[in-house]
């Protein structure tokens, strides 16, 4: 059981929770601190004073004030005005993470939400009722308004939701499940769909993926040094204690494990003392990415546990005083610059593997160390010749999906929200990056592995490939076999796609 408090929700707990249904409770604590909010909410309401999103209208309606009998009307108005999202459907995983992380923020105790509200967030995501979140419609400033909206209307009874592996209507859902929807009090409305709750759940387990892909992109990168006879002297410790960025030191150290006594690398011969730069420099661009990866965690991390909605509520315990300040933490460039830069890093890693693609498969940058194409046979055989276009074409498309989103906005609400952050945008173009580096990181590790087999064939039986990389060249070979002659060739590259998917590698 995860118990949240607002204060100490971490990325593997929100995967944890996403992927592997973990059940999750509100901490005592924070159950106090969650009704002390809605008590001052229900405070306000009695004096009659004028607070947005309690007593006012939303965004540009700002100034339209909200009579008491209208105030349960307009936070149920705000769903099903704000649900528009359109596009596909986000993922189980994904939606899980968004409920958690909304529910977390509303723990905090400064959104007005009342405990029973919150509780039946939580109890959608224990029973495994998961709402049906458009990808599209959100300008990641006064937060994920669209798709936050579709999450909230199954607290309402309303929209649709996935419940035991069927879509069905949230009425349907929680009648199945024994639950009962809410009647929302003033400010919920607000504070279930005012936040960065999408862009953080994408972002963070974006970032768990590309932290185990930049470890893949270190292995693949040894195993196809191994398959070019190449040199590991450019990961000396030395080397790089000189230029010491961390994560650059860090990677070069990594690599050194991996190809440990091994003895398909080239030891130091005079006339030829270099690799080109795509082995060369592993260390200074994966450990550029691992920064950029680095900083996408930290800036995650705080996200995970801040209070991203509007406005926010706080009250003194002493002298009984209740402020309510209208603020802007709801603006989500601080995760659209994180996931553009770690966009860009990771496009980076497919541009360097793809290279490498490129130089296992033509036997003239490779020196003849390994035939065209690693093929035995080649003109009757292909070979691995098309692999690496569809590596080509796999980076060209993260080059384009790495133009930053962040760059960019649009004024929304009659201009009153006059600056978005484009946050989900973001993350949605780095998934897509993802998908495509992974593919890409198969085909290398597919074609490194047949590099390894034709060395095989001129070095004695007895040599050995690095600690690390033995095993997974090991590994390859039970999915895929040495292609020999042409075969469909598309059957095994699915298989590496897949192998490199899973959790086994």
């Given amino acids: 059981m995860l118990f949240i408090s607002g204060q100490s929700l971490t990325l593997e707990q929100v995967a944890q929770v996403a992927m592997h249904n973990e ?29 947005y999103g309690i007593t006012t209208g939303f965004g540009a309606f700002k100034d339209r004030i909200i009579s008491p009998e209208q105030v349960e009307t307009l936070q149920r108005n705000i769903l099903i005005s704000h649900a528009v999202g359109v596009g596909n459907l986000f993922d189980r995983a994904t939606t899980r993470a968004i409920m958690l992380i909304r529910a977390n923020t509303l723990a905090h105790g400064h959104s007005g939400i009342r405990p029973t509200t919150l ?96 470890e893949l ?13 190449g040199t590991p002297a450019a990961f000396d410790a030395r080397i790089h204690a000189l230029r010491p960025h961390p994560r650059q030191v860090e990677c070069a150290a990594h690599l050194r494990e991996l190809l440990a006594g091994s003895d398909f690398t080239r030891q130091h011969d005079p006339a030829n003392v270099q690799d080109a730069y795509t082995l060369r420099c592993i260390p200074q661009v994966h450990g550029a990415a691992r920064d950029a990866i680095a900083y996408a965690r930290w800036v995650m991390q705080i996200e995970l546990n ?30 659209a610059i994180a996931l553009d830069y770690m966009a860009i ?16 498969t033509d036997e003239c940058s490779n020196a003849h160390t390994l035939p065209a194409f690693l093929t035995p046979n080649g003109g009757l055989n292909s070979g691995f010749m098309i692999t690496q276009y569809t590596a080509a074409a796999l980076a060209t498309e993260n080059k384009v999906l790495s133009h930053p989103a962040s760059v960019d906005t649009i004024p929304t609400s009659a201009n009153v929200e006059d600056h978005v952050s484009m946050g989900l945008t973001a993350g949605l173009k780095v998934c897509q990056i993802l998908e495509n580096l992974s593919q890409i990181l198969a085909i290398e ?20 490939l690095g600690a ?38």
């Avoid at 992109?217 to 006879?229: I, K, P, Q, W, Y």
């Avoid at 890093?345 to 296992?360: V, Y």
């Avoid at 997974?472 to 292609?483: E, G, L």
């Fill in 306 to 335: 801040a209070v991203t909605d509007n406005p926010l509520i706080f009250v003194d315990t002493a002298s009984g005083q209740i402020d309510v300040l209208s603020g802007g933490n709801f603006h989500g460039e601080p995760i």
């Fill in 119 to 214: 509780q039946l967030l939580l109890n959608l995501l224990n029973v495994g009722i998961h709402p049906c979140i458009p990808q599209k419609g959100s300008l990641g400033a006064s937060g994920d308004l669209a798709p936050l909206a579709h999450m909230a209307l199954v607290l309402i009874g309303e929209g649709m939701a996935e419940y035991q592996g069927e879509i069905v209507s949230a009425e349907t859902a929680l009648a199945r499940a024994g639950l009962q929807p809410v009647v929302l009090a003033a400010k919920e409305g607000l504070a279930l769909t005012n936040g960065t709750a999408v862009m953080a759940a994408i972002g963070t387990l974006a970032v768990l993926r590309a932290e185990k892909l930049a």
């Fill in 23 to 51: 059940p999750v409770a509100l901490e005592p604590h924070a159950r106090e601190k969650v009704a002390r909010a809605a008590q001052a909410v229900q405070t306000l309401l009695a004096r009659g004073e004028v607070a």
């Fill in 345 to 360: 890093a990771l496009t980076e890693l497919g541009n360097i593997s793809e290279r490498r693609i490129m130089r296992l």
């Fill in 468 to 505: 690390g990389t033995a095993p997974v060249y090991q590994s390859i070979r039970k999915i895929v076999p040495f292609i020999a002659e042409d075969t469909l060739m598309s059957i095994h590259l699915q298989a590496m796609i897949r192998w490199v998917g899973s959790c086994e590698l």
């Fill in 217 to 229: 992109a270190d292995t693949a990168g040894c195993l196809s040094l191994e398959a070019l006879n």
């Fill in 445 to 464: 590790l597919f074609a490194a592995a047949q590099g390894i087999d034709f060395r095989k064939q001129v070095l004695p039986p007895t040599a050995s």
